[in-house]
Every structure is written in structure tokens, then in C-alpha cells.
């Protein structure tokens, strides 16, 4: 009986094991994108991402309703700032505190926030110098306030960041921008934060469809498209993160772990690229390829946490495939199915 006991207490134990490393696999979430008029209401919202299995969730902006339905729902958020409160982030210590005090102190024991983004897709830009000093204000910011864990500060980029993406082993930020992906990079591996980056195929195959196979950016593709030195890709995703990576390691930021923060394609308004057979294709297959935890041909075995972009097609974005990246029409009813492993 006792060695019965030992057997089932071990076997339950490795399940529990198993289990925890492949939700750690499957680390899999949500952008929830807000612009839009007709968007159910928050509470709603939550509710929908835990009969999927969501677990966690993208805010571009700390929107109260949003952060008070998400208490208590086990739900974890990558909170954003507000591009335009960069330049005040940035220069005033005391602003930094009052967006702490306001937006994550009152709900740190409710939510867990998985980073704080200072900003998103504004390097380069006019914003893009106030970055590093908004990060380094919220930082201090944070840490003065004694939450009960620790919160990294980031940033979330798009590939514009990247001077060089091709092939992955070449990658590097572009000259103009340098000295501040730089800084930011030093920052990220002396602190153990993430590189939060958008990564989207589709945009890199709708600009070179001639060299950039479909299949290739939708994640169909059996054969090798790039031999890059020992390297072998076969989708588009892992050559934009490998070129990342490289990036990151040229800027002094060799530890430093990528989180993926957008990925998506739009299901309508571009002729047959933007369909909804497409979109399903590529989401589906990011999510399975995301959760087989293999890594990317440069680290193998490293999982990529990422976030799909977006929940709902949202009609005040600019017309055309922008208001169609949504898994769900605004009356929540799904554009198309995606598969969440989580
Ligand atoms: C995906 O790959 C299969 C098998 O090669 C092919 O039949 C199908 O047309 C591809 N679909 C897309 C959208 O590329
Ligand atoms: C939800 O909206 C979509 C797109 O407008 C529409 O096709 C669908 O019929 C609607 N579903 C319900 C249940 O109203």
C-alpha cells in the first residue's frame, strides 16, 4: 500500500511537472485593442478570454474598466503607457510615481502584471529618444513602490528597429537609432527584463511578395526557404526573431530574452492574402508552433512567449485590413477559430 501510494504520489507528481512545463510552452495570449465603438463591455471581455483559456492579455493603455474587470480573473497583463505620456514619463520622476500610484499600485494584489511597456512602436520617431528615460523613471518608480513582486520595465518595438533582418545571422538595429536600442539593451540584460518586439509576417510579405513565399510567412511551408549558415528556416516568424536575437547580442544584450507583444494577419481588405482562410492558417500554426516550445533555429528549446494581435476587429483603427486583425467580431462572435494550447 505505502509503495502504491509512493508509486501514485510520483506519477502524479511528474503529470504535475509535465503539465507545468508545457503551460510554461504554451505561453500564449492576447492583444486587447480598444479601438473601437461597438466593443462589448470589459467584464464581458475577461469572461470570453477564460472560457477560451486565456491567460494573458496585452493593454496598449491602463484603462481602469479594463484593469478592474481583470482583478481577481487570473488573467496576467503587459501594461502599456500611452505614447504621448512618454515626454512627461520621461522628464518627471514624480509623473512616473503618480502613473504607478494610479495604474498598478491599486491593483497589485489583484492582477498580476507581467511587464510594464513604456510606449509602443514609437522607435524611430519623434518619441523614441524619451524611451530609455521613461523606462528608467517607471523603474525607480516601481521599485519604490514595494509591490509584493517585481515588475520589468520594457518596451515594445516593431521590426522598423532592425536596420538588417535578412538573413537572421546579419541582424542589427539601424545606425540612426543605435546608441538608444543601446541603451535600452543594457538596461534589459542588467535588470533580466525582456525585448518586447511586433512581429509580423504579413507585413514583411506584402512588401516583397515576389521574394517572400506565402507559405513561407504563414507557417506552411515543409521545405527549407533560408539556409543561413548552419541554420535552417522554415517560416518567416523564427528568421525575424533570430534576426532579433542577433540585434540584441550586437547592442550588448546576449542574455536578454525576446517576448513577442503583436503577431497576427488580417482577415479581409487585401484580395486573396487578407482572407480568413489565411489568417486562421497562420494564427493556428503560431500558436501550435509557439506551443511545441522548440524554440527558434538560434535557440533551440528557448520558448517565445507571445501575444496575438488582436482580439476584436476594431473599426476606428484606419480603414482597410488594420480594422480586420480581430479573432472575434465585436458581438463576440469568432471571425474565425484559433486553437489556444494553453
Ligand atoms: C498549405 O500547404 C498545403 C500543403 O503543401 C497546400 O496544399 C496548401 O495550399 C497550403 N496553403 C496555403 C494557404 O499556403
Ligand atoms: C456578428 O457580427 C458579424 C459581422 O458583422 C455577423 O456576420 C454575425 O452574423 C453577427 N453574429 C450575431 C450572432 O449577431
Known sequence: MAQLCYFITVVSLLLFLQSDSYAEAGTIGVNYGRLGDNLPPSTQVVALLKSRNINRLRLFDPNLDALEALQGSGIEVVLGTLNQDLPQLAADLSFARSWVSTNVIPYSQTVRFRYISAGNEVIPGNLAAYVFPAMQNLDQALRDAQLPYSIPVSTSVSTAVLGTSYPPSQGEFSMDIDPIMRSITK???ANGSPFLVNVYPYFSYINDPVNVPLDYALFNSSRVVVR????????LFDAITDATYTALEKA????????????????????QIATIENARMYNNNLVAHLSGAKGTPK???ESIEAYVFAIFNEDLKPRGTEQNFGLYYPNMTEVYHVEFIN
Not at 228 to 235: C, H, R
Not at 253 to 271: C, D, I, Y
Open 187 to 189: 538596461f534589459l540584460a
Open 228 to 235: 543561413d549558415g548552419e541554420l535552417e528556416y522554415k517560416n
Open 252 to 271: 550588448g544584450g546576449a542574455s536578454v530574452k525576446v517576448v513577442v507583444t503583436e503577431s497576427g494577419w488580417p482577415s479581409n481588405e487585401n484580395g
Open 299 to 301: 535557440k533551440p528549446g
